[in-house]
């Protein structure tokens, strides 16, 4: 077996050519990475488990790709320009060869954003990677999820239940299906978090599903809102809003501002209720009414 | 089982009363955390893996707390202050109990060093915790360890090798040994990084062992040095120079700016070996010459 420093080597070059424009004065290395910007820094972590965030069979290159895109996926939320990432990686795998495709993956996303691997951790243990992710902003402000205001349309930029629909073909091996790239890959939408920065009220990434995520930026904001599910773009079906990773932006908009490459689901209201309406009568576990 | 959103609110609460002295202007609770600050940023990620970083009958406190301490470290090695940390916590278990128990061991040491939490993740998964540390410089310089130039002579703050008999006494039920602490609970060097800094040539924490943290120390700064065995304070006996987690520093000055209440162990010589000598004969693994 390769040794720690051995296999560290296959990744501490990652994005270096991105230092300088990136702000960071020392990369992998020493004790930490330094960053020398003089404009805010936001940051964020996620983990990524195996057999809970991607499932065991998937390639190493897609492992490595999907932790940092999801991780990533919040400097998108708040309008923010993703500069550099670090990466924990857990694995009691022997093979260097996994280790160089994990590398390949991460790589492949680093030049995508232009990003820089800055440092990580290289553990032995249950195969687990956490991605810390930094951004700037790319204008003054930084995009929140406490702010939406009564009035507001509340607004995503592609269908829910990709994700969702991907892991279902991957696991019954449909390997021509379009969707297993929506969930193996997905694209953090750093293009339309910079977009919308200065004119979105407030904004959320829909990790853990449409209608969480939404519940979460209301009660962040103190507002309600009401929903129309048959303006809700879908994959599969109306289940679809409690899908998790999709990655898409659920954004709340001005109706001044309001354009019509966003799908619009509904608008923001007083009070901290949802209300759910459809004429189509969907057969969807609610009441109507959904308090939070 | 608590849902994870009510886990969470046992954990955000760490060090708020710290966010406007170390430069938070988001805290948890949106996608990102924001520092803005003007100043330089360090930053280091360090991964706790039950039975690999710690016991798995340790207490949920003592692993909260050693799981920060360790990150700490790397940024006392930078000569910086910790401003904030963040924690990803991959876990299987199930009892609330347990979690209070872990906040509590982590918001000792966020008191300890007034940091605050400014993010995490809480997923499941066999016990891994990944703290993110960010510090900013106390001066001018940051200390790093590419640094050491011939003549300076090597330092150490206190005894090898304490952290290793700590565990060894735990793992025999000794619970009145004195070293058990060092090993639960290390004391990351905040305060002697702040000592040397302006004076120190270069630092590392000594993590995974004095003398393999030293050559890394003297390979990013591409010179050799000159150890004396005899003069290198032990626990147990001289492997104590190969036990890892003591979490010190090791660093070196310049003879004008040595200070008694350092250990010198050696000087830095050109040339990329390390030579170590002894008087006593020492049953140790070594060729009198460590290449590297």
Redesign the interface.
């Known amino acids: 077996m390769s040794s720690e420093f051995e296999l560290i080597e296959l990744f501490q070059h990652i994005g270096a050519e991105f230092y300088k424009q990136n702000g960071i004065?020392?990369g992998p290395?020493?004790?930490?990475?330094?960053?020398?910007?003089?404009t805010?820094?936001?940051?964020?972590?996620?983990?990524s488990?195996?057999d809970?965030?991607f499932p065991s069979n998937a390639s190493p290159q897609d492992i490595g790709y999907r932790a940092v895109a999801v991780a990533l996926?919040?400097?998108a939320?708040?309008g923010?320009k993703p500069i550099a990432f670090?990466l924990?990686v857990?694995s009691q795998i022997s093979d260097e060869i996994w280790y160089k495709k994990l590398a390949e993956g991460i790589e492949d996303i680093a030049n995508k954003f232009e990003i820089s691997l800055?440092?990580?951790?290289l553990?032995?243990?249950?195969l687990?990677l956490?991605a810390?992710?930094?951004?700037t902003p790319y204008s003054e402000k930084?995009l929140?999820?406490?702010s939406a205001q009564v009035g507001d349309l509340i607004c995503i930029s592609s269908p829910t239940g990709r994700a969702k629909k991907g892991l279902a073909d991957w696991n019954n091996m449909e390997s021509n299906s379009k969707y297993i790239q929506d969930y193996l890959r997905p694209l953090p939408k750093i293009e339309l978090g910079k977009k919308i920065v200065n004119f979105a009220s407030a904004?959320?990434?829909t990790s853990d599903g449409l209608l969480a995520d939404l519940k979460k930026l209301l009660k962040?904001s103190k507002q309600g809102a009401v929903i129309n599910l048959d303006d809700i773009p879908i994959t599969i079906d109306i289940n679809d809003i409690n899908a998790g990773d999709d990655y898409d932006l659920c954004f709340t908009v001005p109706k001044s501002k309001f354009d019509n490459t966003f799908y619009k689901i509904g608008e923001v209201t007083e009070g901290l209720e949802i209300k759910l309406t459809s004429n189509k009568g969907y057969d969807i576990d609610i009441n109507g009414y959904e308090h939070f």
């Open positions: 004065i020392t290395g020493d004790d930490c990475a330094i960053f020398d910007l003089d805010p820094i936001v940051t964020s972590v996620d983990s488990v195996i809970v965030h996926s919040d400097i939320a708040m923010c670090s924990s857990s800055i440092g990580g951790d553990t032995n243990g249950p687990n956490n810390i992710v930094y951004g930084i929140m999820r406490d904004c959320i990434d962040a």
